[in-house]
Protein backbone atom coordinates (compact mmCIF):
# COMPACT_ATOMS: atom_id res chain seq x y z
CA UNK A 1 0.00 0.00 0.00
CA UNK A 2 3.06 2.19 -0.11
CA UNK A 3 1.64 3.87 -3.16
CA UNK A 4 -1.63 4.44 -2.41
CA UNK A 5 -2.96 8.04 -2.03
CA UNK A 6 -5.26 7.89 0.70
CA UNK A 7 -6.49 11.60 0.56
CA UNK A 8 -7.96 10.58 -3.26
CA UNK A 9 -11.67 10.50 -3.64
CA UNK A 10 -11.42 6.96 -4.15
CA UNK A 11 -9.68 5.69 -1.43
CA UNK A 12 -11.85 7.80 0.66
CA UNK A 13 -15.28 6.44 -0.54
CA UNK A 14 -13.67 2.52 -1.20
CA UNK A 15 -13.18 3.51 2.82
CA UNK A 16 -15.86 4.23 3.69
CA UNK A 17 -17.81 1.54 2.05
CA UNK A 18 -15.68 -0.76 3.83
CA UNK A 19 -15.95 0.73 7.42
CA UNK A 20 -19.15 2.47 7.17
CA UNK A 21 -19.09 2.30 11.21
CA UNK A 22 -15.80 4.51 11.34
CA UNK A 23 -18.02 7.57 9.08
CA UNK A 24 -19.28 9.99 11.95
CA UNK A 25 -15.64 9.37 13.85
CA UNK A 26 -14.19 10.84 10.67
CA UNK A 27 -16.55 13.10 10.31
CA UNK A 28 -16.03 14.76 13.70
CA UNK A 29 -12.43 14.63 12.80
CA UNK A 30 -13.06 16.78 10.20
CA UNK A 31 -15.22 19.06 11.41
CA UNK A 32 -12.95 19.19 14.34
CA UNK A 33 -9.59 19.71 12.06
CA UNK A 34 -11.49 22.58 9.94
CA UNK A 35 -12.30 24.63 12.91
CA UNK A 36 -8.62 24.41 14.60
CA UNK A 37 -7.23 25.25 11.23
CA UNK A 38 -9.44 28.28 10.89
CA UNK A 39 -8.46 29.31 14.35
CA UNK A 40 -4.77 28.79 14.25
CA UNK A 41 -2.00 30.35 12.36
CA UNK A 42 0.78 28.07 11.32
CA UNK A 43 0.97 24.47 11.00
CA UNK A 44 2.51 24.17 14.65
CA UNK A 45 -0.15 25.82 16.46
CA UNK A 46 -2.77 23.56 14.36
CA UNK A 47 -0.99 20.16 15.69
CA UNK A 48 -0.78 21.71 19.06
CA UNK A 49 -4.34 22.52 18.91
CA UNK A 50 -4.95 18.70 17.90
CA UNK A 51 -2.78 16.95 20.45
CA UNK A 52 -5.08 19.38 23.41
CA UNK A 53 -7.73 17.84 21.98
CA UNK A 54 -6.33 14.33 21.75
CA UNK A 55 -4.85 14.14 25.00
CA UNK A 56 -7.56 14.84 26.77
CA UNK A 57 -9.24 11.55 25.39
CA UNK A 58 -6.05 10.05 26.26
CA UNK A 59 -2.44 10.28 26.46
CA UNK A 60 -1.74 6.84 24.52
CA UNK A 61 -4.50 7.39 22.21
CA UNK A 62 -2.66 10.73 21.42
CA UNK A 63 0.72 9.46 20.18
CA UNK A 64 -0.64 7.23 18.14
CA UNK A 65 -1.35 3.43 20.35
CA UNK A 66 -4.71 1.97 20.69
CA UNK A 67 -4.09 0.52 24.40
CA UNK A 68 -1.34 0.11 26.75
CA UNK A 69 0.22 -2.92 25.54
CA UNK A 70 0.38 -1.70 22.00
CA UNK A 71 2.13 1.35 23.98
CA UNK A 72 4.62 -0.70 25.65
CA UNK A 73 5.37 -2.79 22.35
CA UNK A 74 6.09 0.57 20.31
CA UNK A 75 8.39 1.99 22.65
CA UNK A 76 10.39 -1.19 22.80
CA UNK A 77 11.15 -1.29 19.31
CA UNK A 78 12.54 1.63 19.30
CA UNK A 79 14.41 1.24 21.64
CA UNK A 80 15.81 -2.22 21.08
CA UNK A 81 17.08 -0.84 17.73
CA UNK A 82 18.90 2.21 19.05
CA UNK A 83 20.78 0.28 21.54
CA UNK A 84 21.55 -2.84 18.81
CA UNK A 85 22.70 0.84 16.86
CA UNK A 86 24.88 1.30 19.49
CA UNK A 87 23.17 3.91 21.88
CA UNK A 88 24.31 3.65 25.36
CA UNK A 89 25.36 5.02 28.87
CA UNK A 90 27.54 8.40 28.44
CA UNK A 91 25.47 9.17 25.33
CA UNK A 92 23.33 12.61 25.26
CA UNK A 93 20.23 12.12 23.65
CA UNK A 94 17.52 14.46 22.52
CA UNK A 95 14.01 12.92 21.67
CA UNK A 96 11.98 15.52 19.37
CA UNK A 97 8.29 15.15 19.58
CA UNK A 98 8.77 12.60 22.85
CA UNK A 99 4.76 12.84 23.45
CA UNK A 100 4.50 10.45 26.69
CA UNK A 101 7.66 8.67 26.64
CA UNK A 102 6.37 5.40 25.02
CA UNK A 103 9.85 4.85 24.24
CA UNK A 104 11.46 7.82 25.75
CA UNK A 105 10.91 5.71 29.43
CA UNK A 106 13.13 3.37 28.09
CA UNK A 107 15.81 5.53 26.83
CA UNK A 108 15.71 7.84 30.51
CA UNK A 109 16.39 4.33 32.00
CA UNK A 110 19.52 3.60 30.14
CA UNK A 111 21.19 6.72 29.79
CA UNK A 112 23.45 8.52 32.55
CA UNK A 113 21.46 10.86 34.96
CA UNK A 114 20.74 14.37 33.12
CA UNK A 115 21.45 12.96 29.61
CA UNK A 116 17.81 12.90 28.00
CA UNK A 117 16.45 15.50 26.43
CA UNK A 118 12.64 15.43 25.75
CA UNK A 119 11.14 18.57 23.68
CA UNK A 120 7.58 18.53 22.44
CA UNK A 121 5.76 21.30 20.69
CA UNK A 122 2.24 20.15 22.79
CA UNK A 123 2.71 20.85 26.55
CA UNK A 124 -0.45 18.82 27.34
CA UNK A 125 1.46 15.56 26.18
CA UNK A 126 3.95 17.16 28.34
CA UNK A 127 1.71 17.01 31.17
CA UNK A 128 1.99 13.36 30.29
CA UNK A 129 5.30 12.70 30.04
CA UNK A 130 5.81 13.84 33.99
CA UNK A 131 3.52 11.30 34.94
CA UNK A 132 5.19 8.65 33.44
CA UNK A 133 8.67 9.70 35.07
CA UNK A 134 6.97 9.33 38.04
CA UNK A 135 4.81 6.01 37.70
CA UNK A 136 8.15 4.61 36.34
CA UNK A 137 10.69 5.60 38.87
CA UNK A 138 12.66 7.68 37.25
CA UNK A 139 12.69 11.45 38.88
CA UNK A 140 16.45 10.61 39.93
CA UNK A 141 17.22 9.80 36.32
CA UNK A 142 16.44 13.94 35.69
CA UNK A 143 14.95 13.69 32.46
CA UNK A 144 14.89 17.00 30.70
CA UNK A 145 11.68 17.85 29.07
CA UNK A 146 10.72 21.01 27.44
CA UNK A 147 7.76 22.73 24.88
CA UNK A 148 9.10 24.47 21.94
CA UNK A 149 7.34 26.85 19.85
CA UNK A 150 9.75 25.57 16.57
CA UNK A 151 12.60 23.04 15.85
CA UNK A 152 15.27 25.54 15.28
CA UNK A 153 16.96 24.29 19.17
CA UNK A 154 18.68 27.97 19.73
CA UNK A 155 18.40 27.44 23.38
CA UNK A 156 20.50 24.52 22.77
CA UNK A 157 24.45 24.83 22.49
CA UNK A 158 26.57 23.41 19.13
CA UNK A 159 27.91 19.68 19.51
CA UNK A 160 25.10 18.91 21.97
CA UNK A 161 24.35 15.33 21.14
CA UNK A 162 25.12 12.13 20.34
CA UNK A 163 21.92 10.85 19.16
CA UNK A 164 18.49 12.46 17.95
CA UNK A 165 15.48 10.35 17.82
CA UNK A 166 12.35 11.19 16.64
CA UNK A 167 9.43 8.19 15.83
CA UNK A 168 6.09 9.27 14.29
CA UNK A 169 6.57 13.01 14.23
CA UNK A 170 7.62 14.20 10.41
CA UNK A 171 4.67 11.79 9.87
CA UNK A 172 2.55 14.23 10.82
CA UNK A 173 4.90 17.48 9.96
CA UNK A 174 4.67 19.60 6.49
CA UNK A 175 7.71 20.29 3.95
CA UNK A 176 8.43 23.12 5.68
CA UNK A 177 8.74 22.23 9.44
CA UNK A 178 10.86 19.17 8.15
CA UNK A 179 13.31 21.44 6.55
CA UNK A 180 13.81 23.69 9.53
CA UNK A 181 14.94 20.84 11.32
CA UNK A 182 17.30 20.09 8.81
CA UNK A 183 18.62 23.49 8.94
CA UNK A 184 19.19 23.52 12.33
CA UNK A 185 20.07 19.63 13.69
CA UNK A 186 23.63 19.80 12.03
CA UNK A 187 24.51 22.62 15.01
CA UNK A 188 23.36 20.47 17.71
CA UNK A 189 24.40 17.56 16.73
CA UNK A 190 27.95 15.95 17.92
CA UNK A 191 30.65 14.85 15.29
CA UNK A 192 30.01 11.34 15.23
CA UNK A 193 26.56 11.70 16.05
CA UNK A 194 23.38 10.24 14.30
CA UNK A 195 19.70 11.59 13.78
CA UNK A 196 16.84 8.95 12.75
CA UNK A 197 13.72 10.04 11.93
CA UNK A 198 10.71 7.65 11.18
CA UNK A 199 8.69 9.20 8.07
CA UNK A 200 5.27 7.63 6.21
CA UNK A 201 6.85 6.25 3.17
CA UNK A 202 4.54 6.72 -0.21
CA UNK A 203 6.27 5.51 -3.70
CA UNK A 204 3.41 6.86 -5.47
CA UNK A 205 2.22 10.98 -5.20
CA UNK A 206 3.13 12.81 -1.89
CA UNK A 207 0.16 13.45 -0.22
CA UNK A 208 -1.60 15.05 3.16
CA UNK A 209 -4.85 14.02 5.13
CA UNK A 210 -6.35 16.32 6.95
CA UNK A 211 -3.44 18.38 7.75
CA UNK A 212 -2.76 15.67 10.46
CA UNK A 213 -0.84 12.79 7.94
CA UNK A 214 1.74 13.55 5.26
CA UNK A 215 3.11 10.77 3.20
CA UNK A 216 6.86 11.47 1.35
CA UNK A 217 8.86 10.21 -0.82
CA UNK A 218 11.91 8.65 0.53
CA UNK A 219 14.24 10.59 -2.47
CA UNK A 220 12.55 13.61 -1.18
CA UNK A 221 13.08 13.77 2.52
CA UNK A 222 17.37 12.59 1.27
CA UNK A 223 17.50 15.79 -0.60
CA UNK A 224 15.99 18.16 1.85
CA UNK A 225 18.61 16.58 4.29
CA UNK A 226 21.12 16.93 1.82
CA UNK A 227 20.48 20.59 0.43
CA UNK A 228 21.12 21.35 4.33
CA UNK A 229 24.68 19.81 4.25
CA UNK A 230 23.63 16.46 5.82
CA UNK A 231 23.88 12.92 4.62
CA UNK A 232 20.42 10.99 4.75
CA UNK A 233 20.39 7.05 4.69
CA UNK A 234 17.54 4.96 4.44
CA UNK A 235 17.73 2.02 7.12
CA UNK A 236 16.54 -1.21 5.28
CA UNK A 237 17.21 -3.09 8.88
CA UNK A 238 13.99 -0.63 10.62
CA UNK A 239 11.83 -2.48 7.12
CA UNK A 240 12.09 -5.67 8.57
CA UNK A 241 9.99 -4.81 12.21
CA UNK A 242 6.40 -4.63 12.18
CA UNK A 243 5.98 -1.12 11.55
CA UNK A 244 4.19 0.83 9.01
CA UNK A 245 6.88 3.79 9.26
CA UNK A 246 10.03 3.87 7.32
CA UNK A 247 12.96 5.15 8.70
CA UNK A 248 15.93 7.54 7.36
CA UNK A 249 19.22 8.17 9.73
CA UNK A 250 21.26 11.65 9.19
CA UNK A 251 24.88 11.82 10.20
CA UNK A 252 27.17 14.94 9.49
CA UNK A 253 29.20 14.43 6.61
CA UNK A 254 32.69 13.61 7.28
CA UNK A 255 34.45 16.76 6.70
CA UNK A 256 32.08 18.63 8.79
CA UNK A 257 33.33 16.11 11.49
CA UNK A 258 37.29 17.40 11.19
CA UNK A 259 36.70 20.21 10.64
CA UNK A 260 34.74 23.43 11.25
CA UNK A 261 31.68 25.15 10.10
CA UNK A 262 29.27 22.84 10.69
CA UNK A 263 25.51 22.40 9.38
CA UNK A 264 23.12 24.90 9.98
CA UNK A 265 26.21 27.24 10.40
CA UNK A 266 27.99 26.75 7.30
CA UNK A 267 27.20 27.85 3.47
CA UNK A 268 26.06 24.74 1.68
CA UNK A 269 26.05 25.18 -1.88
CA UNK A 270 22.33 25.42 -3.41
CA UNK A 271 21.01 21.99 -4.75
CA UNK A 272 17.62 21.14 -6.21
CA UNK A 273 14.63 21.78 -4.14
CA UNK A 274 12.80 18.64 -2.49
CA UNK A 275 9.76 17.93 -4.39
CA UNK A 276 6.45 19.54 -3.69
CA UNK A 277 3.70 17.99 -1.70
CA UNK A 278 0.25 18.06 -2.62
CA UNK A 279 -1.91 20.10 -0.39
C1 LIG B 1 2.52 10.30 17.25
S1 LIG B 1 3.23 11.19 18.57
C2 LIG B 1 4.71 10.24 18.86
C3 LIG B 1 5.34 10.54 20.20
C4 LIG B 1 6.62 9.77 20.49
N1 LIG B 1 7.66 10.10 19.56
C5 LIG B 1 6.32 8.30 20.52
O1 LIG B 1 6.85 7.55 19.71
O2 LIG B 1 5.52 7.90 21.35
C6 LIG B 1 3.86 12.65 17.78
C7 LIG B 1 4.43 13.64 18.77
O3 LIG B 1 5.18 14.61 18.06
C8 LIG B 1 4.85 15.89 18.54
N2 LIG B 1 5.11 16.82 17.46
C9 LIG B 1 4.42 16.99 16.30
N3 LIG B 1 4.99 17.92 15.53
C10 LIG B 1 6.08 18.36 16.21
C11 LIG B 1 7.10 19.33 15.94
N4 LIG B 1 7.08 20.04 14.81
N5 LIG B 1 8.06 19.52 16.86
C12 LIG B 1 8.09 18.80 18.00
N6 LIG B 1 7.14 17.87 18.32
C13 LIG B 1 6.16 17.66 17.44
C14 LIG B 1 3.39 15.77 18.97
O4 LIG B 1 3.01 16.79 19.88
C15 LIG B 1 3.37 14.38 19.56
O5 LIG B 1 3.70 14.37 20.92
Given at each position: ???????SL?????????????????????????WLRLSTSDHVGYYRAIMRSEAARGAHAATGSRSHRR??????MQFDYLVRHG??????????????????RLFIGHLDTGDYYGVDISPDILFA?????????????LPHLTVIK?????????????????????????????EECFEHIGRIMKPGGWFDFT??????????????????RTGTLVALAEKHGLRATFMDDWERLPHKQSKIRVTLPDRVAADTPRPG????PPQAPAAEVQR
Open positions: MKNHNRAAHQVGYALRRPGRIPRHLRRVTRNAWLAIGQLAPGHRMLEIGCGNLRAGAQDVVADYGLREKDLRFEFLPDAMFDVVHAHSVFSHSPPEVIFDRTEGQEHQVLGEDFYYVATV
